[in-house]
């Protein structure tokens, strides 16, 4: 990796200014369409509540309520526990009802947009970019505006906000995965895989990014993977020095943690750390028929998830017929895609392009199956 001249560096005001911008864009975008501070139902909200006072459940909230989960007599959010832990010390202040979630949303869509100009930034320096700062201050805006972190942070409803969350410590944790000098890779190693772990704890799937999280702990300088032959063959040979086991201990280990957090928060609310309620949840009555016959989980559903997530945009349905809410096209949603076959391009960046692929891959199965 080149080294870093004063004029290539991330000046401070460059993820601040695109916070900044984003905030402000979409702050007007949601007072210009009569949008207030609050997007009820505040699910999060009242969880975060509960938990100030000692419980996991929702009391206030009818067992019929859409999207919740009834067991045993409570009333249930199904979700894990990120979004409300992060809503603890203002709704201390506010309340459950009275919490602005719709700024708490935008707030986050804006340090989500200033995260990754860092990151473009990081790329664009390991890339060779002669201009990495204005390649940094597009890509920053181009996440913030351009991609559906523009549309969960307006929205704002509690699933787009569980989105957006998850998003900021996974994108901390990838900037410092992506940290190539030698005397600060340990501890960023460490702190990356400490972040990957925070970002499961909003949304579990993503401990299946690991191998991408892997691969930057144990590649070199240049993304390359040591020894020859295949990409995993070449991504288990550094497996044989104490150093490499500590690297992946560094990202197992927080992931482990996290996942019998999980298990432990699942187990208090549904009997079993394997149980997260979804199964007991008040689902869409347009879903009800297939989940009764298929059930959650079913290569059944990949074509029409396929369309649906990977290519019908939103407010589509004056050629399709669907819900306009119907469908966030991935290759919105997902940026990362694009640049994933871009690096597979360019030569230099083959295994950091494979690493990523596999991340995506393994990370999208389950939504498509879901």
């Known amino acids: 990796m080149p080294s870093v001249s004063p004029a290539d560096r991330l000046p401070v005001w460059a993820p601040l200014l695109v916070a900044a911008v984003t ?3 979409l702050a007007g975008v949601a007072w210009g369409i009569g949008l207030g501070p609050t997007e009820p139902p505040q699910y999060f909200a009242s969880l975060a509540w509960s938990m100030l006072h000692g419980r996991l459940d929702l009391p206030d909230w009818p067992a019929r309520g859409h999207d919740l989960s009834p067991f045993n007599g409570h009333v249930y959010a199904y979700w894990p526990p990120l979004t409300a832990l992060l809503m603890l010390p203002v709704v201390w ?5 009275a919490f602005p979630q719709r700024i708490f949303a935008l707030g986050f869509g804006a340090v989500n947009a200033g995260l990754a100009t860092m990151l473009v930034h990081r790329l664009a320096h390991a890339a060779g970019q002669s201009r990495p700062v204005r390649v940094a201050l597009i890509g920053g805006l181009i996440f913030g505006l351009g991609t559906s972190n523009a549309i969960f942070a ?15 410590p996974l994108l901390i944790g990838l900037w410092l995965a992506l940290e190539r000098r030698p005397r600060c890779r340990p501890a960023a190693i460490l702190w990356s895989g400490i972040w990957l772990a ?3 704890l909003g949304r579990q799937h993503l ?16 993304f390359h993977l040591p020894g020859s032959g295949g990409w995993l063959r070449r991504a288990f040979a550094p497996l044989r020095t104490a150093s490499a086991w500590r690297r992946v201990a560094m990202i197992g280990v927080p992931l482990v943690v996290a996942m019998g957090l999980i298990g432990a928060y699942n187990a208090a609310r549904f009997g079993s750390p394997l149980e997260n309620g979804i199964r007991f949840h008040n689902m869409n009555p347009r879903f009800r028929a297939d989940f ?18 990977l290519l019908r945009y939103p407010y589509f349905e004056y050629a399709d017929g669907y819900d306009r809410a119907m469908g966030f096209s991935l290759f919105l949603q997902s940026p990362i895609l694009f640049l994933a076959i871009g690096m597979k391009v360019e030569p230099r960046w083959r295994d950091l392009a494979v690493g990523t692929w596999w991340a995506v891959g393994l990370v999208a199965l389950p939504i498509l199956m879901l």
């Open 292 to 309: 009764l016959r298929y059930g959650y989980f079913n290569p059944i559903y990949l074509p029409r998830n396929l369309y649906f997530t």
């Open 154 to 168: 307006v929205v704002a409803s509690h699933w787009f906000i569980a989105q957006l969350t998850a998003t900021t």
């Open 207 to 222: 401990v299946l990014a690991a191998p991408l999280w892997l691969f930057l702990a144990l590649s070199d300088e240049h």
């Open 93 to 97: 202040l506010t309340g459950p009802e």
């Open 23 to 25: 905030l402000v864009v």
């Open 198 to 200: 925070v970002a499961t």
